[in-house]
């Protein structure tokens, strides 16, 4: 089955849903024909890998290019994959026809009673999710499906009004109304459930670690400087990525990334500016292509003379890695990942606390955001 | 034996006259220099009998009582049943052993020379493979008991019924190398016919392991099938290995020494002894495979005249002993070795592994061959799978004789050669093709021979010889194929009963789910499980094993010098029987039925007039194989099935076009998709277990869509 062209997503949840049925549906009756044609059943997806992701000029993000994949009946694991679609679709379309939705553990639990189809780990149904995803038109929130809350906030001089039970509409200011650890982004951010309003802030600091988050904070650094900070909490979450999105796209904030200064850090980065290679199908809701690198970069190492580490095995891997990996096909992020393979040390945002508490928002921030324009 | 000559000093007669003045220093010397017995010199470099530790002390004492048991009843023609006992005594590092026989027991006034003297025994100077060699063994364990706790031994010995049971506490005299007898006496409480019962305490320590007196025991079972063991442990423990077969191995025979085996010194002391008037005469008759013809050959090689074997000289003897260098001469007769069997190690390894459950066990058996004038036989074993640890290294079970090997293992040749071998070939882990392997199996190498080249007297270790290491690794190899075999087959099935889910149940599942999901009826699969499947699938053989009450069978005996199994033509043709012509050894199976199967099967090209026949009990193996074609059009082939060269055959159905020796070949007609087919047969002639693992075989269909068979390569 060839992946469908995107269409243009609809604003209309229901409509969204019928579609999201029609796709499922059309799988479910491709297995069928072959099957009783006597042919060995298969469907035909992108190939979700590092080899088959392209540039995509119109949204300036990273999606899959046209390398394709067979899952095919005629081995073992390809015969699980279809006949747990077959299994998920089922599920699914009861949820849309009974209007509920379920976490992606609550769906890797319920296929505990799906018998041969049932999942041996998460990580495999959370897969098929997307899978499903790749090879319809649809996302994971049309098919009833969402994560667990994963605790991302955001701390800024700006209002949300979000949508709750009953449909009723709460409006939020995200310093006068939330507490230390600022305001939790729900796993839907789609313009239906939440809306920005009254955005002062002038760009957005998206931060890796939760510690980091607590220092600037603590050190006003969002009402001293006027911007939003967001804490990425990791890998950030597909709802911070769209909220990142939404804040640059509706309100022309610049976005900074700051984190730690290691080849997982970088990775962080390419999801929030490039689009992640899992999530590629929908680079373009949740990738913002002007987000910009602040640090930590190896040359904040060398120039900070911070406390660093030794690379692991791992580490140089991923280094090495990240060196042949289309998104990071340029000449600053080839000198940056050169430089530290070169002296073979990475360094932790923390690591500035070597200069005291104050010297990441005294010094290093507008050190930083004044010479990438930001402050000016 | 090199140590044990002897020191004594020269009376002053023939030696110089010394100078005036002091004495020669020799003289002072002199007077510390006097005899050393050969039981004193033992008693110092107990080691080199294998008593260098309690541990090791327990094992040896063990070890040499049964080693003797053993010979005794094989020479006797008695099935041997042997007991073992380990008790404490008073004193924590003493152990008191009995082992008791039912051999023929020992006669009275030798009971001395053979428990109270060293170097004295019935083996040294005959030829023949037995266990026994240097008469040494139990004396040792006499003298090593008395020196460690002062206690005799106490022997008794009965011959036969109608003769009183003989007991005596025994000692030795380590100055004199003689026997100290006391309070001889009969025992009234002996019950067995014959036998013989020793009893030493000596200074030993009890232990578990590898190197225990069970493993001892459980490896003597191995290669000794047809012996009961009962063994009573320290801690009151009593195992019983029972023995797997009724059957005492065919008696060894003694020949003479081969001209290749024999040094110069034997020829010389031959010559002297010789009863011959000629040298001719002397050389046909005391040396074997020599005929006239290489007698008379030798002579001219040598540059020899006719003489009279007694008047040759040093110098012509040398010129003798190389002349049987430089002469082609036919190699030392085989048949008087007793190799144990394929099938009877196969059955031995089986009980003994039981609590490992091993997958697959094959054992092989090599030709005699010769080694520096001596004939040997090699057998090898391998058994793996099961609860066998996959990460250690493989455990070599050594035999020599039919007695296992436990010490020196590293200098040994079955150990050399192991790791000589490039077991990744095979199927188990190698670091860099050679060394120990590693894998869940455990290797057997037995080594028999008329004489095994032990690397000392303790018999620990095989010398490593160029002719027995090849021997060794031919067979290691060729056992490892028969692994290698079974590995590749069990990996195809693996990977192919993968399949069998896949179309016995997630297919079902996925035509259900879909179907009902749109509402339409479940399509039909058939098609497409042959599809997936595209196989024809062989099942391993069901055998069932069925005793004839009071009967038994005629078989050949395993020709001698079958190479590497292939029939040759004019055997076949002889062998070959039409299924059709086979009626009367058909359904009832019956003694004569039998018989005249086997005399029919029994090749007769160039071999003795009347085939060689032999006695067994009759058990009848019926096997069942199943094969289904999974495979999108109609099947052809022909199915081989290979059976022991010793069994004959009794039916089969359907009827096979072919019975072999070897083999039994069908021709099955075309099978249609998704069809199942059955086969039986029945063999009979076959130890209990003995076609366990049935080798199948195809012919006429690519190989790559069987699973369950190997292609047909014309019977190797
Ligand atoms: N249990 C027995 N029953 C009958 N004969 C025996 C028994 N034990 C020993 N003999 C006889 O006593 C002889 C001496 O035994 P001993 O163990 O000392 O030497 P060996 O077996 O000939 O050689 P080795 O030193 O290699 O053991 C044997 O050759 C055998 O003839
Ligand atoms: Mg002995």
Same mark, same amino acid.
């Given at each position: 089955m060839a992946a469908a062209p995107k269409t243009k997503r609809s604003a209309d949840k229901a409509e969204r849903e019928q579609v999201a049925l029609k796709s499922l549906q059309a799988i479910a009756t491709q297995v069928y024909t072959h099957l009783s044609k006597a042919v060995i059943p298969e469907v035909q997806l992108p190939s979700r890998n590092k080899g088959n992701i392209v540039f995509d000029e119109k949204h300036r993000v990273w999606k899959y290019g046209a390398e394709m994949t067979t899952r095919s009946a005629k081995s073992v694991d390809g015969a699980y994959m279809l006949l747990r679609t077959m299994y998920l679709s089922d599920f699914i379309k009861e949820m849309i026809d009974q209007n509920k939705s379920s976490t992606l553990r609550e769906m890797y639990y319920i296929? +505990?009673?799906?018998? &041969?189809?049932?999942?041996?780990?998460?990580?495999?149904?959370?897969l098929l999710g997307e899978d499903l995803e790749?090879?319809?038109?649809?996302?994971? +929130?049309?098919?009833? &499906?969402?994560p667990e809350e994963n605790g991302a906030a955001i701390v800024g001089d700006l209002k949300v009004v979000e949508t709750i039970r009953n449909n009723q509409k709460r409006t939020l200011h995200c310093q006068d109304d939330v507490g230390e650890t600022g305001y939790h982004i729900p796993y839907n951010v789609e313009p239906d459930r939440l809306a920005f309003k009254d955005v002062k802030a002038d760009f957005v600091v998206a931060i890796e670690t939760g510690g980091m988050f607590a220092r600037l904070v603590e050190n006003e650094f969002d009402t001293k400087n006027n911007c939003a900070l967001v804490h990425l909490k990791g890998q950030p979450a597909r709802c911070t990525r769209r909220l990142i999105k939404r804040l640059n796209e509706e309100h022309d904030l610049p976005v900074v990334v700051f984190t730690d200064g290691d080849p997982w850090s970088f990775r962080i980065f390419a999801s929030v500016a490039y689009g992640a290679i899992k999530t590629a199908h929908i680079s373009e809701y949740l990738a913002t292509p002007t987000a910009q690198f602040m640090g930590i970069t190896p040359s904040d190492i060398v120039n900070y003379d911070l406390p660093t580490d030794k690379l692991s095995e791992q580490d140089v891997d991923a280094l090495k890695a990240e060196l042949v990996d289309p998104r990071f096909d340029d000449d600053w992020w080839r000198g940056e990942i050169n430089l530290q393979l070169e002296m073979n040390k990475k360094s932790e945002q923390q690591a500035l606390a070597k200069y005291g508490l104050n010297f990441v928002t005294d010094t290093y921030l507008p050190e930083k955001l004044t010479e990438m324009g930001i402050l000016k | 034996m090199a140590g044990v000559a002897k020191a004594t000093t020269l009376d002053g007669a023939g030696e110089p006259k010394a100078k005036k003045g002091k004495a020669p220093i020799a003289e002072t010397l002199a007077l510390a220099q006097k005899e050393i017995s050969v039981a004193e010199f033992f008693e110092r470099n107990r080691q080199i009998l294998g008593f260098d530790s309690p541990v090791k002390a327990l094992i040896t004492a063990i070890k040499e009582a049964t080693d003797n048991s053993l010979d005794a009843c094989e020479e006797s023609g008695i099935l041997p049943d042997i007991l073992i006992e380990v008790h404490k005594t008073a004193h924590a590092d003493e152990l008191r052993i009995c082992v008791e026989d039912n051999g023929p027991g020992i006669v009275k006034r030798q009971l001395g020379n053979i428990f109270g003297r060293l170097l004295y025994g019935s083996r040294f100077h005959a030829i023949r493979q037995s266990r026994g060699q240097q008469g040494i063994g139990i004396s040792a364990v006499v003298l090593y008991g008395q020196l460690t706790t002062g206690h005799h031994a106490v022997v008794t010995s009965k011959i036969g019924v109608g003769h009183p049971a003989v007991r005596?506490?025994?000692?030795?005299?380590?100055?004199?190398?003689?026997?100290?007898?006391?309070?001889?006496?009969?025992?009234?409480?002996?019950?067995?016919?014959?036998g013989t019962r020793i009893e030493v305490t000596i200074k030993a320590k009890f232990q578990g392991g590898r190197q225990s007196a069970f493993e001892f025991l459980r490896s003597t079972s191995i290669v000794n099938p047809h012996a009961r063991f009962t063994f009573l442990d320290p801690t009151g423990?009593?195992?019983?290995?029972?023995?797997?077969?009724?059957?005492?191995?065919?008696?060894?025979?003694?020949?003479?020494?081969?001209?290749?085996?024999?040094?110069?010194?034997?020829?010389?002391?031959?010559?002297?002894?010789?009863k011959q008037r000629k040298l001719t005469g002397f050389l046909t008759e005391e040396f074997s495979s020599v005929g006239s013809d290489t007698a008379r050959k030798i002579l001219s090689e040598a540059k020899l005249e006719n003489v009279d074997p007694k008047d040759l000289s040093r110098e012509e003897a040398r010129r003798l002993h190389e002349a049987f260098a430089k002469v082609k001469i036919m190699a030392p007769p085989t048949d008087c070795l007793s190799p144990i069997g394929e099938q009877l190690v196969r059955r031995g390894l089986k009980k003994e592994t039981e609590d490992v459950s091993p997958e697959f066990i094959t054992t092989v058996t090599r030709p005699p061959s010769?080694?520096?004038?001596?004939?040997?036989?090699?057998?090898?074993?391998?058994?793996?799978?099961?609860?066998?640890?996959?990460?250690?290294?493989?455990?070599?079970?050594?035999?020599?004789?039919?007695?296992?090997?436990l010490y020196q293992g590293g200098g040994c040749a079955s150990t050399v050669t192991v790791q000589d071998v490039d077991w990744r070939r095979y199927g188990l882990d190698q670091r860099g093709g050679n060394g120990m392997p590693t894998g869940p199996a455990i290797l057997l190498v037995h080594v028999a021979s008329t004489k095994v080249p032990f690397t000392s007297e303790a018999k620990e270790a095989i010398a490593p010889m160029e002719e027995i290491q090849k021997e060794v690794k031919l067979g290691l190899q060729e056992a490892a194929r028969h692994l290698g075999r079974h590995l590749a087959k069990k990996a195809k099935r693996a990977k192919v009963s993968e399949k069998f889910t896949l179309v016995n149940k997630i297919l079902p599942e996925l035509a259900k789910k879909s179907a009902a999901m749109l509402g339409k009826p479940t399509p039909d699969l058939s098609t497409i499980v042959c599809k997936i499947m595209d196989v024809v699938w062989i099942e391993d053989p069901i055998v069932a094993y069925e005793k004839l009450e009071g009967q038994t069978v005629m078989v050949r005996k395993k020709a001698e010098k079958a190479e590497a199994g292939a029939p040759a033509p004019g055997k076949e043709a002889k062998g070959e029987k039409d299924a059709k012509g086979d009626k009367k050894a058909k359904g009832k199976a019956t003694l004569e039925a039998?018989?005249?199967?086997?005399?029919?099967?029994?090749?007769?090209?160039?071999?003795?007039?009347?085939?060689?026949?032999?006695?067994?009990?009759?058990?009848?193996?019926?096997?069942?194989?199943?094969?289904?074609?999974?495979?999108?059009?109609?099947?052809?082939?022909?199915?081989?099935?290979?059976?022991?060269?010793?069994?004959?055959?009794?039916?089969?159905?359907?009827?096979?076009?072919?019975?072999?020796?070897?083999?039994?070949?069908?021709?099955?007609p075309a099978m249609k998709p998704t069809e199942k087919l059955a086969l039986t047969y029945q063999v009979a002639g076959v130890e209990k277990g003995g076609v366990d693992d049935v080798e199948t075989f195809v012919e006429g269909i690519n190989e790559l869509h069987v699973v369950g068979a190997d292609p047909w390569r014309g019977g190797e």
């Open positions: 296929s +505990e009673g799906w018998d &041969l189809a049932k999942f041996h780990s998460q990580d495999e149904s959370d790749v090879m319809t038109t649809s996302m994971r +929130e049309d098919f009833k &499906l969402r | 005596v506490e025994m000692g030795l005299n380590t100055k004199k190398n003689e026997p100290e007898m006391f309070n001889e006496a009969m025992d009234e409480s002996w019950t067995k016919p014959s423990v009593k195992t019983v290995f029972e023995r797997v077969t009724d059957e005492v191995p065919a008696k060894t025979t003694e020949i003479k020494p081969h001209p290749h085996g024999t040094e110069l010194g034997t020829i010389l002391k031959m010559a002297r002894d010789a010769v080694w520096g004038g001596h004939p040997f036989q090699v057998e090898v074993g391998i058994v793996y799978g099961g609860t066998l640890p996959a990460e250690e290294q493989v455990r070599i079970l050594r035999f020599a004789n039919r007695v296992p090997l039998f018989a005249e199967a086997a005399l029919e099967t029994a090749p007769a090209d160039g071999a003795p007039a009347a085939p060689e026949v032999q006695q067994k009990p009759a058990h009848l193996a019926k096997s069942t194989i199943t094969m289904t074609n999974y495979m999108m059009g109609s099947k052809k082939f022909r199915f081989f099935v290979v059976v022991p060269e010793t069994s004959v055959f009794v039916s089969a159905t359907p009827e096979p076009k072919t019975v072999k020796d070897r083999y039994l070949m069908w021709e099955i």
